[in-house]
């Protein structure tokens, strides 16, 4: 096991986890902050995946989470505003 995938795991267990917490509970501004920091993680664990396997056309997909993530929060702040 190389030292890539053991980052990789120290970083689902250490910070995945508590992003799906804070996603699935709380209010809404809550809810967005464990988005954000859910798609944060999730591109960094795909990036030190595509590391470990030194496959760099792997990193194709964590380019583009990073986009559609910044998107998403976009809409889901969009969605936040109370209308008249």
């Given at each position: ?50 590391q470990a396997v030194d496959r760099s056309d792997y990193l ?5 989470l990073v986009l559609v993530s910044f998107a998403g929060a ?11």
């Amino acid at each position: 096991m190389s030292m890539w995938l053991v980052a990789s795991l120290a970083l689902l267990i250490g910070a995945f986890a508590p992003a799906v917490y804070v996603g699935a509970r709380g209010g809404p501004v809550d809810r967005l902050a464990g988005l954000q920091q859910l798609g944060g993680v999730a591109v960094l664990v795909l990036m030190l995946f595509a590391q470990a396997v030194d496959r760099s056309d792997y990193l194709i997909v964590p380019l583009v989470l990073v986009l559609v993530s910044f998107a998403g929060a976009l809409v889901f702040t969009r969605l936040l505003i109370p209308r008249k």
